[in-house]
């Protein structure tokens, strides 16, 4: 913002239905000038029934005039207007004697500045359903000087509702996914999006006669769930002439992607491993292979930007690298909690360190901000105190481009989706303008009579997760909102009753908004009712039948209010399938001796879903899954599981069907698994009597025709304790003898890892995890003649889950060819010390 100024004498633009002012366009305006003087003259009619003629400006029009847009009348009417430091999205409104100008740059300047204009008279866009045109027997205009810029060159709210293209155009957002087009000065378009690593070098294309392209990871290379090998000449070249190619055949695009995909595996290769080395961080290696094909591409296109992602393993600034000029860098950061400002949160510090080093690195770095929560989307998510502070805490950085990814479905419906794309909008425009007097407008504007209640909605929702005294100072992350109080729900629907009654009579339209944000409320109580809770003789909620009748209940509602996707990127149907598949009661199968209670469901993907030591109190030392998880999948769920995968890196299962063959009580218990590829599994459970250790053995037979590749892990998540304040160590034997306690939650920086450890880093003999807060100790026993390979994952965003995995090596295993596969756990003592 430049400058805004309000002068004296306003001027009459019309009365009685009449008006004295025509449009003046010049010969050259661009398409969205055209669309601004439409703009103008469709709503000044609207207001005031005065129709304002559009005429050219070499047709010489008389009188008083509005100018739409640069044309040689503004300077000879006296206006002084700085096109030089407005940029293609800059404007400026003036009134002269009896004139007004309206300019700025062609691309989308004078556009935003027709929008600006009609908002000086009362006109708003508050959403795709609510616009506001103030009805006037006289049309005034207050005398102008207003020079405004963006507070960032690139401005996207992905969220559905903010995306369509009178939305996006009057709330002057020009992201990549909004249907913006030519005649709204088109919109900052990506080729493609993001992730683009296996589209630069396809592995379809390459792999099989150039594996070494590909990353060198674990000592193999890989073209699945890693990267590009990004010291390999041939790799740079293949990937400029693809952005080359991709340039020729999307001219429009402003920006080619060449960035990681959405995995971890670097390549390990020496090269790479001494330049990332000489860079202390693997964006160092990123940048450099970046800097080449931004180089190469801009001296034919010096039009165009290059753009990577700083994300997952490249999140941390490099030592020595800087972008050339004509790259951007995304940083795009999954861990930090979204409930609090980021430099408030104790939990966003590494968040806002990483934030101050980019910015000292280029100074027009972008920003992929997350602000839903992914699994569920119409559950409340109160980050509006974060949002409205971050946006200008990023520009203070260095932050020129936002990318502010919320619920996208087609359906739209997230949780309170029109006050977030609305006052974000506004907020990208200018950070630092405050925001409650946006909320205050919009709520009054939205809700009408009951616009009071949603502000008190809106308090409730945000006590929470606000820092005492003013609320309960809990934590949201981009997969998990927060543990409700039990009194929420109660509140929440007294709330959004009042706003129901004080709406009473007020139309359709509102009464659909209120109906809305009562979903979202239900949400709540929905999901914590799908909860699986052991019980003496099943696993299951504890009121399956009241369940799915609150589910039916709740989605005939969201069929009605017209929302297709709970998860992202997951059809409705799609989702209830995983419900009805997995939302049950489970029979238990149980061996108990005088140490260990094991407990497992076998319908349950043959899941171990207790284990307890009987001499420290038998607490569950397993974590059990969360409601708001996603469904799929045998791996995170919690427990104790067998998996069969294709290979190490692969997220594809082989799903055996489970049932129990034999179970003894108290020391055996054989599961047979049968798999439609013709793996047949037996699993063996055993009991020690000596101490308090659970074994358990699989032997894999081959029952197909054909060979089949495995990779068999068996993987625990340990109970994480209280959901806001965990405690998990790693216990790591070290062979040699050392012996290493490693505290992982609660998180103390980055808040996720995941580590393979191969050969001599593999633990000696046995690792583990502790929960010293409640006394829980995990021990994984391993032999390496069974053992290749070991993982340890994490994630500490409220879900807080914490596995180790012990994986077989990969065999193909041939017809009739079987394969074993055993390892051990201890509950009730560390590794290395005593029980």
């Not at 030592?319 to 939990?347: D, F, I, M, T």
């Not at 914590?528 to 299951?540: F, P, Q, S």
């Not at 358990?696 to 068996?714: C, D, E, F, H, W």
Request: net charge neutral.
């Amino acid at each position: 913002m430049l400058r805004r100024q309000f002068l004296a004498t306003p001027l009459v633009l019309a009365q009685s239905r009449s008006t004295p002012y025509t449009i003046c366009l010049s010969g050259e305006a661009s398409p969205s000038e055209r669309r601004a003087a439409a703009e103008i003259q469709t709503h000044v009619e609207q207001m005031c029934g005065a129709r304002l003629p559009v005429v050219m400006e070499d047709a010489h029009p008389q009188g008083p005039l509005i100018l739409v847009g640069r044309q040689p009348a503004l300077e000879r009417l006296g206006f002084e207007i700085p096109f030089e430091t407005l940029g293609r999205e800059g404007f400026c409104v003036q009134t002269k004697g009896e004139h007004v100008a309206i300019a700025g740059g062609r691309q989308r300047g004078t556009m935003y500045g027709a929008y600006e204009f009609l908002e000086r008279l009362g006109c708003r866009w508050y959403a795709n359903d609510l616009t506001v045109v103030p009805k006037r027997a006289t049309l005034q205009i207050p005398a102008l000087d207003i020079v405004q810029r963006p507070g960032f060159e690139y401005r996207e709210v992905l969220i559905n509702e903010a995306s369509t293209k009178d939305f996006a155009a009057r709330s002057r957002l020009n992201g990549h996914f909004t249907e913006l087009d030519a005649s709204t000065g088109g919109k900052v378009l990506f080729e493609p999006f993001v992730h683009s690593f296996y589209a630069l070098a396809p592995p379809a294309k390459y792999f099989g006669s150039h594996p070494e392209y590909y990353a060198l990871v674990n000592g193999e290379r890989r073209q699945e769930r890693a990267q590009l090998c990004l010291t390999n000449p041939d790799v740079a070249r293949i990937a400029i002439e693809s952005a080359l190619e991709w340039i020729r055949t999307k001219p429009e695009a402003e920006i080619i992607s060449v960035s990681t995909n959405d995995a971890d595996g670097a390549c390990e290769c020496e090269n790479c491993r001494r330049a990332t080395a000489e860079e202390g961080a693997h964006s160092g290696l990123l940048l450099r292979f970046v800097n080449t094909v931004a180089e190469a591409v801009g001296k034919k296109h010096p039009d165009k930007l290059i753009e990577t992602i700083a994300y997952r393993h490249t999140e941390a600034p490099p030592n020595k690298a800087r972008p050339v000029a004509n790259v951007r860098v995304r940083l795009a950061l999954s861990g930090p909690c979204q409930a609090h400002p980021y430099e408030l949160c104790p939990h966003d510090k590494y968040a806002v360190d990483f934030l101050k080093a980019w910015g000292r690195v280029t100074d027009k770095l972008y920003i992929w901000h997350y602000m839903t929560q992914f699994h569920q989307a119409l559950e409340p998510y109160p980050n509006l105190d974060e949002l409205t502070a971050d946006l200008s805490m990023y520009q203070r950085n260095n932050v020129v481009g936002l990318f502010l990814q919320g619920s996208y479905s087609k359906g739209g419906g997230s949780h309170l989706a029109d006050l977030r794309s609305y006052l974000l909008a506004k907020l990208l425009w200018n950070p630092q303008q405050p925001a409650q007097p946006i909320v205050t407008e919009f709520l009054r504007a939205y809700y009408g009579p009951g616009a009071r209640h949603m502000q008190e909605y809106l308090d409730l929702i945000h006590r929470e997760v606000r820092f005492p005294p003013r609320g309960l100072g809990k934590t949201i992350y981009m997969y998990a909102g927060p543990k409700w109080e039990r009194d929420f729900v109660d509140k929440a629907r007294a709330i959004v009753g009042r706003a129901e009654a004080a709406n009473a009579g007020t139309g359709d339209a509102m009464h659909r908004r209120i109906r809305k944000v009562k979903l979202s409320t239900d949400s709540v109580e929905l999901f914590e009712a799908m909860r699986l809770v052991l019980h003496k003789d099943r696993l299951g909620p504890v009121d399956l039948d009241g369940f799915w009748r609150k589910w039916d209940r709740f989605s005939k509602e969201a069929t009605a209010l017209g929302i297709t996707e709970w998860h992202e990127g997951v059809p409705r149907e799609t989702s209830e399938q995983e419900y009805r598949k997995i939302i049950r009661n489970y029979d238990l199968t149980i061996l108990q001796n005088a140490h260990l209670r094991v407990v497992v469901a076998p319908e349950f993907a043959g899941r171990v879903v207790s284990i307890g030591n009987l001499k420290t109190g038998g607490k569950n030392a397993l974590r059990m899954m969360e409601p708001d998880e996603r469904l799929t999948g045998a791996e995170a769920l919690g427990g104790l599981t067998l998996l069969l995968h294709n290979e190490h890196y692969s997220r594809t299962f082989y799903t055996p069907e489970w049932r129990v063959q034999s179970n003894d009580g108290v020391g055996r218990m054989v599961m047979e698994g049968i798999c439609s590829n013709g793996l047949q599994v037996e699993r063996v459970l055993e009991l020690s009597a000596a101490e308090p250790l659970l074994t358990v053995k699989a032997t894999v037979r081959n029952g197909g025709a054909r060979p089949v590749p495995l990779a068999i892990q068996s993987r625990f998540e340990i109970n994480p304790g209280d959901r806001e304040h965990p405690t998990v160590d790693l216990v790591f034997r070290r062979r040699g003898g050392s012996r290493e306690v490693t505290p992982i939650l609660p998180a103390r920086g980055q808040n996720y890892g995941d580590d393979f450890f191969f050969a001599d880093e593999r633990p000696d003999g046995e690792w583990g995890l502790i929960n010293p807060s409640v006394g829980i100790q995990l021990v994984n026993r391993i032999r390496d003649d069974q053992v290749e390979r070991c993982r340890f994952w994490w994630r500490g965003r409220s879900r807080n889950t914490v596995a180790l995995g012990a994986w077989s090596a990969k065999r193909m295993l041939a017809s009739g060819e079987t394969m074993t596969f055993e390892t051990s756990y201890l509950a009730g003592r560390e590794p290395g010390g005593t029980v």
